[in-house]
Nanobody
Framework: QVQLVESGGGLVQPGGSLRLSCAASTSIFSLYTMGWYRQAPGKQRELVAGITSTSIRNYADSVKGRFTISRDNAKNTVYLQMNSLKPEDTAVYYC?????????????WGQGTQVTVSS
């Protein structure tokens, strides 16, 4: 079992910045693909950004050029730097960790952190 704890959410004005952090409780953090997802009221959960164990990154089209995902394996932490925030970025942001084996895929979720972009 892997526990994930998010932090850094809050209220910001349009055009502002915020950095989310997710700390993981696993001794093999470097083997996991990490991701950030978000869910706005009335909408489905969507992938925002992901980073593999080999540091391959991918982003949703809606956040490309504005968000940056990174990881610090020494601290068992993944980050999401969010710049030029828009009201449509308002959502609960969730941290995800996953690892595949020949038998099955293991996936874990954090509790989520609220991000509100409003004036």
């Amino acid at each position: 079992q892997v526990q994930l704890v998010e932090s850094g959410g809050g209220l910001v004005q349009p055009g502002g910045s915020l950095r989310l952090s997710c700390a993981a409780s696993t001794s093999i953090f470097s083997l996991y693909t990490m991701g950030w997802y978000r869910q706005a009221p009335g909408k489905q959960r969507e992938l925002v950004a992901g980073i593999t164990s080999t540091s391959i990154r991918n982003y949703a089209d809606s956040v490309k050029g504005r968000f940056t995902i990174s990881r610090d394996n020494a601290k068992n932490t993944v980050y999401l730097q969010m710049n030029s925030l828009k009201p449509e970025d308002t959502a609960v942001y969730y941290c995800n960790a996953k690892r595949a084996t020949p038998i099955r895929e293991y996936a874990y979720w954090g509790q989520g952190t609220q991000v509100t972009v409003s004036s």
